[in-house]
């Protein structure tokens, strides 16, 4: 595997670094576009969405006021296939946060080549001061709001930050009220008993697990014993935690919003959740001494797993790095001028588009069960989904290595080659 290449086409790198994860998701597309010698005309085609909606959504509050939130739906590309993306509750959901979180989907699907394209959704909100009942009329309201764009063969929703199986269980029941019959596929990471999938809640994480397996026995790091740090402890990373205790690695540091938790022989997760569970929080977890977020992804470990937000290692910070591997549960948490840095100082970067992508892949299977009324057990899930990302991985080496390039250009390369060959064959309408 070629760790030293060359460095990361710096004609392609704006010399200050910006944080704007939209123009970040177009450096990382322009620099596959230059190795692939792409066409001036598909260059623009594929670095801009396809569809952008916007809504505003009146809600009424518990104390009957009226609130009016604004939400968007970014549909990025849908070559390959139907969109898809996840819906994101958070106070700093932007328009261009959506765009790029989009399109890291079109990348992500055609990088573990999933007949899927790429879109995300979010609502500008704060979900941890909103009761459920008000988190149902919004999500409601929203999913109205965007109808004439989701279906099963236009655009399926996901969870993502702050929204679970219970906010996709809300959308399914509007939109098949809507259309007058029961359509379980229009959304994925449902609750089982309206159609999720076996292996869903936690198919992101086993997807990191899988990933970071071949990470280590390419730098020959034996995965038991080996000390994880992870960023997060949301949907991702807490089944991460527990996955990667599971192998016997050692969990040493876990964070939320609030802080993170450290203990160098070790945290259980199990432990953790009840904790965090019962207080809202893994701070103060016994056993555990606190910590920043920033001395987290600072820690010397063998494995870091950031797995909240993007933008967490940038030029500020990637020089304090000292994981020899970085797993991208979270999308977009590096920024292009600090994946350079990690690049030279020889940190094995796994990118979001392929790392995360098992969530995605476990999706396409609950949609295709949906579409056969059919369902698999959980291990025929973990099988294809294991096999599904490993190949996955290999191709991206090989991508990366053909190119000297390191593991986000050549999943840049394999994914954008993919939509670029689709996009050309179906040529342009009219
Ligand atoms: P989640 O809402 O379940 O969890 C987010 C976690 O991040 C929480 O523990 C929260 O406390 C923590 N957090 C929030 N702000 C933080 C901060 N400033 N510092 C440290 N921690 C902070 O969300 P999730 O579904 O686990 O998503 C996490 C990341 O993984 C996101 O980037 C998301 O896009 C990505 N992702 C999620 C899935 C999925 O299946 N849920 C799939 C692919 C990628």
């Known amino acids: 595997m070629a760790t030293v290449a060359r460095p990361i086409l710096p004609s392609r790198m704006p010399p200050r670094e910006d944080l704007n994860p939209f123009h970040i998701s177009q450096i990382q597309f322009d620099m596959a576009a230059e190795l692939l010698k792409l066409d001036p005309g598909l260059r623009q085609i594929l670095r801009t969405p396809k569809r952008i909606l916007e809504v505003s959504i009146p809600v009424q509050m518990d104390n009957r006021q009226t609130k009016v939130f604004s939400g968007f739906r970014v549909q990025h590309n849908v070559a390959r296939g139907p969109a898809k993306g996840g819906i994101r509750y958070h106070p700093n959901v932007s328009l261009d946060e959506v765009k790029a979180l989009a399109a890291w989907m079109t990348w992500k699907t055609a990088t573990v080549n999933i007949p899927f394209g790429g879109s995300k959704g979010g609502v500008i909100c704060d979900p941890k001061r909103m009761s459920k009942g008000e988190l149902e009329r919004m999500t409601r309201r929203f999913t109205y709001e965007i109808l004439p764009i989701i279906g099963p063969e236009n655009d399926i929703p996901a969870p993502d930050v702050y929204t679970d199986s219970q906010t996709m269980a809300w959308i399914m029941d509007t939109y098949s009220a809507s259309v007058g019959h029961s359509s379980p596929s229009v959304v994925t990471g449902k609750p089982i008993a309206l159609g999720g999938s076996a292996g869903r809640h936690e198919a992101t994480s086993r ?21 994880v740090a992870v960023q997060g402890f949301g949907s991702v990373g807490r089944a991460a935690c ?9 969990v040493v540091a876990i964070s939320d919003s609030r802080g993170g938790a450290y203990n160098a022989r070790g945290i259980d997760p199990l432990r953790a959740q009840r904790y965090k569970d019962r207080t809202g929080t893994v701070v103060g977890m016994p056993g555990t001494s606190r910590l920043s977020n920033d001395e987290l992804l600072a820690l010397k470990c063998d494995i870091l797993i950031p797995a909240a937000l993007e933008n967490v290692i940038t030029l500020a910070n990637a020089d304090q790095i000292k994981a020899r591997i970085v797993v991208e549960g979270a999308n977009g948490p590096i920024t292009p001028h600090a994946d350079e840095v990690l690049h030279r100082k020889g940190v094995f970067v796994v990118p979001d588009v392929l790392a995360n992508a098992g969530g995605v892949t476990v999706s396409y299977f ?38 000297h390039a390191h593991l986000r250009q050549g999943a840049y390369v394999v994914a954008v080659g993919r939509v670029a060959e689709t996009t050309t064959s179906r040529g342009l309408f009219p």
């Open 207 to 227: 997807g990191v697990l899988v990933v970071a397996e071949e990470a280590a026995k390419l730098k020959r790091l034996p995965l038991r014993g080996a000390s």
């Open 242 to 250: 527990r996955l990667f205790a599971e192998r016997r690695a050692k």
């Open 366 to 403: 609950e949609w295709v069960q949906n579409q056969q009324g059919y369902s698999w057990s959980e291990e025929e899930v973990h099988t294809r989904l294991d096999a599904i990302m490993r190949r996955a991985f290999r191709e991206v080496v090989a991508a990366a290595q053909k190119h």
